[in-house]
């Protein structure tokens, strides 16, 4: 199955008043973004269940900040 996460469109719709660098940046966490999105689909697929859950807040000190995230795995008891 496969799913559209439009994750790269979103971030490009959502760039458009940034700077080149800023833009550069939004790209890394965009793809790096879909890597993580395959792998969790991947992980479902192999029977576990996958929960991102926000662990930490960074803030970059001028009002800037981003969800930093860390996995919680459920594995279905398999006899």
Do not use: C, F, Y
Not at 48 to 75: C, F, K, M, Q, Y
């Amino acid at each position: 199955m496969s799913v559209q996460t439009r994750v790269k469109e979103r971030a490009e719709e959502q760039s458009s008043a940034m700077t080149p660098e800023q833009q550069a940046m939004i790209r890394m966490v965009a793809n790096d973004l879909h890597r993580l999105n395959q792998a969790v689909m991947k992980a479902v697929d192999a029977g576990v269940s996958v929960e991102l859950v926000r662990s930490a807040r960074h803030h970059g000190g001028e009002g800037n900040w981003g969800d930093l995230l860390i996995p919680v795995i459920v594995t279905q008891g398999r006899g």
